[in-house]
């Protein structure tokens, strides 16, 4: 990977995919992000600080709907890591077309900057489990604390039918299978990656998106939470470090990769309810959380976990960082941090 374009690239996971790539190894990397996100001009603060004196990365502050843009950015680039994205559920379902222009449009963007290259580039998509719906047909069973699958231990596999709801879930969806789409037209070298709940340092979670940072974060401001449905959904939550490998894998074996979709995700060991990870959050502050009940909000799924076997079968993937220890991790870097969250 000699010169390396992170769409996205101030946010929570293209930032530590930024330093990872700048601590590990010799790529030159052109983070890419119109900064409209709250919390990312830390992200870029925090960068530009460790990395002060490299003279391999570069910032470009621009939006994946400007073509022009991107066509500019592109330029030489080997790898690109499509990781900007709307990524709220609830803002998707107050102004619809900004989310579609965004995830489907500059996904689209995206890969007809890459059709340009003559680098025969490799592009890696962060996509989502949202693609595959609310799984409202799918079987659960209700315990004390959580839901779970009643017949499908090993999680959802890559062959569950794609059935998208909310304009989120349609706008990824389409972008995901364009990513598909061009490697079978085009023969672009292209990667799916549809994650879970991913979560760990440099994440400013609000309560539409990246809820295990924003849990922790509200607890140590000290504010209610509000729980939309019955706290019992579960997720396979994955520390990002975790991530980070995954992407870095499947470019490594794109020989094995290219043209396909894989889940990613903490798989059936990594599991948590809403219910469970509050009782976590009071045993690590050692006092009662204060929470209320809301409506459930669409598309939420009652339960949601990955099978990941795909991942380890065919480039070597497995999460590495236990629920427990990525939430300790991410607990002691919101504490250390206090002053980001002011």
């Known amino acids: 990977m000699s010169k390396v374009l992170i769409t996205g690239g101030a946010g929570f996971v293209g930032s530590n995919l930024v ?12 983070v890419y992000d119109n900064m409209s996100r709250a919390g990312v001009e830390r992200n870029v603060e925090w960068l530009k600080s460790k990395y002060s004196r490299s003279d391999r990365l570069s910032f470009v502050k621009a939006d994946v709907r400007d073509y022009s843009q991107l066509l500019k950015a592109t330029k030489d680039i080997d790898v690109i890591y499509h990781t ?3 990524v709220a559920v609830t803002a998707s379902l107050v102004d619809p077309f900004t989310d ?28 989502t489990n949202k693609v595959y719906g609310d799984l409202c047909n799918v079987a659960v069973e209700k315990k ?15 062959e569950f039918p794609l059935d998208p709801v909310s304009p989120y879930g349609c706008s990824k969806c389409a972008g995901d299978e364009y990513i598909l789409d061009y490697y079978r037209t085009y023969r672009l070298r292209t990667v799916v990656l549809r994650m879970s709940c991913i979560y760990g340092p440099r994440q400013f979670g609000t309560e539409d998106q990246g809820w295990v940072a924003h849990f922790i974060i509200s607890t140590m401001k000290g504010r209610p939470l509000t729980i939309y449905g ?5 997720r396979d939550i ?8 995954a992407l870095i894998l499947a470019t490594r074996e794109i020989k094995k990769t290219k043209g396909q979709a894989y889940n990613i995700g903490g798989g059936p060991k990594n599991t948590i309810s809403l219910l469970e990870f509050i009782s976590k959050l009071e045993s690590l502050v050692k006092r009662k959380i204060k929470f209320r009940f809301d409506d ?3 598309g939420d799924q009652r339960v949601y976990y990955s099978n990941i076997s795909k991942a380890k079968r065919e480039f070597g993937w497995q999460p590495t960082v236990s629920k427990d220890e990525g939430i300790n991790k991410l ?12």
């Open 296 to 298: 459930w909000r669409l």
């Open 19 to 30: 330093d990872y790539l700048l601590r590990n190894g010799d790529a030159e990397v052109v």
């Open 100 to 127: 579609f222009e965004v995830n489907a449009r500059g996904t689209l963007n995206v890969l007809e900057a890459a059709r340009e290259l003559k680098t025969d580039p490799i592009i890696i998509f962060t996509s």
């Open 144 to 158: 004390k604390t959580r839901y779970d699958f009643k017949h499908m231990k090993s999680g959802v596999d890559e």
């Open 230 to 234: 019955d706290g019992k959904q579960v």
């Open 331 to 342: 607990f002691d870097w919101v504490l250390s941090n206090r002053a980001l969250f002011k």
């Open 84 to 86: 900007a994205a709307q």
């Open 238 to 245: 994955l520390y990002v470090d975790d991530l980070l490998k």
